[in-house]
């Protein structure tokens, strides 16, 4: 489970960890999900909104089709598939509560993704692909309250190093 | 549950339904799984494989990846998300009974999405973004020994139109 | 030169064009353009702008840029490169007005590229990826005071069948 | 004129200089260039190829194009539209030289973006959309013999830094 803010650098390095891991890992994210949703629920008050200061604000029904979202990938792990999975807690210890009870004994390693928070605003302009504001803004907020089992700074460190030091932590 | 060979319009449908119907809808095709999968499984041997002629070839990996993958969607769906699966059933009946296996008791509309070989690849020219061959050769092996509640033929008829029809058998 | 509303399907028949000629042509649309502005001027006032209805707002910065635009494109066909241009002339005639004067004497195929308004917003809603409005607010606009060597209808034909006859002009 | 090899981070300091410059820029690279080619152009002999260990071998049919390609994007310079060009010269000077004879007395600042091998081979891994080995094949190779106004190295810095470096220059 990776957590981190946007333009951390946590899809970077789940593809690095899916070509260093000898066996096939799936990887899934926020992203997948709210692709899957509407395209009126993506951007309407009861589905997911960005602010203009790039705050996500996540409605009722965005909370219900991710409760869903969780207990399907809890499933297919269930199944024996191994999966990384991108998020960014907004929520604080809430989101992780969230995933630990739809977890239950499966074995997870929850890695925090840092980036601090000038270096992750930089990036987000270079990728040009985001609303502005969003790496500032949860660089520390979705840190808040998780307990990780291993942490990674991209700040000054390639995706691919994160990958090498948490795929280490998995044999 | 959309069954259709490659550039029958199958997607189009998709994002149609979730436009016209009340609630919110998740879709989710193999395009998905694909996409979760390490860059190195999408052209290996083992995994997935685009042949010559347009033909996708399906190693062990894949299954096996894939089993798990039905098991999540179908957990999603049994935690209370309504679902549009998109798919190419490649391996006639055998695929559907995958789903049919794991589906159990859950309430699924079957749909065949048909589209002549001709305007099927006609369709993958004007998309150019997919391996050539894939349209002609996948438009009527798909359909081969899988049982329908509904079929819809996007030959003639816009993805809107087809949607429309489907949605009225979801009320 | 092909000018159409949104989701009236120049693009594929660009793409059909490409496979059908035998010599390499290179293709661009106003598309191009847009990407290659700036994140922030896609979406200012000074730049190019899209209304709540998807209408399309032009603004001078944008005016200045599309004619060293039309001039770059214009010098690449006197340099000898054979050349699609995918155009929506939303100004009407003086949009046309604005690509002759700059092509001069360079032979030129104007070809209209007509869709039912009605269609056409049946597949920007199954794209997905438009600003809605957009199709059904461009369909008759692009085609007022336009002169054309020649017309295409995709309304009810695939865009292979209407660029084989585009092509079937350019011999 | 911004010239390195592929994942050397040329694209995220174009759009970091987009948005710092106070005028609107237009930036252009070989990939808009790419995109423009008919499919099979792009994977046949004649155009552009991509070989086993992630070289590209350019064919007599890609020069042609390019030469009108250079001729076009000079002519929207010399029309008074401000162009940043991000370019691999994997010909080495004679790359250089095409460029500085089409571009006769217009201004130019040439920039070269370098990359060590070994960070620059990491983030292709990250990236997971382009050919594995173009990183490293390139990261010596499109500097041989090209001379500059400025060289900036993205190795330990941020895109967004090495732009606002190129952006003091221009002014």
Partial sequence: MLNGGSSSGKSGIA??????????????????????MPASARTSAAGIEFAPQGEV?????????????????????????RIIVDEAFLGGAASQQRWTAALGDLPTLWVGVRCDAEAAAAREIA??????????????????GIVYD???????AEALACARHIAASLR
Avoid: N
């Avoid at 604000?57 to 598939?81: D, K, N």
């Avoid at 990728?127 to 808040?144: I, K, N, W, Y």
């Fill in 57 to 81: 604000i996540v409605g009722p029904q965005f909370r219900s089709l991710e409760a869903a979202w969780i207990a399907g990938l809890v499933a297919m792990a269930g199944a024996g598939a």
């Fill in 150 to 156: 291993l942490e990674v700074d991209t700040t000054h």
């Fill in 15 to 36: 593809r690095c960890l899916q070509e260093l891991l000898p066996d096939p890992w799936l990887s899934f994210g926020v992203d997948t999900l709210i692709m899957a």
């Fill in 127 to 144: 990728r040009g692909d985001r609303v502005p504001g969003m790496a500032a803004s949860q660089a520390e907020l979705v840190h808040q």
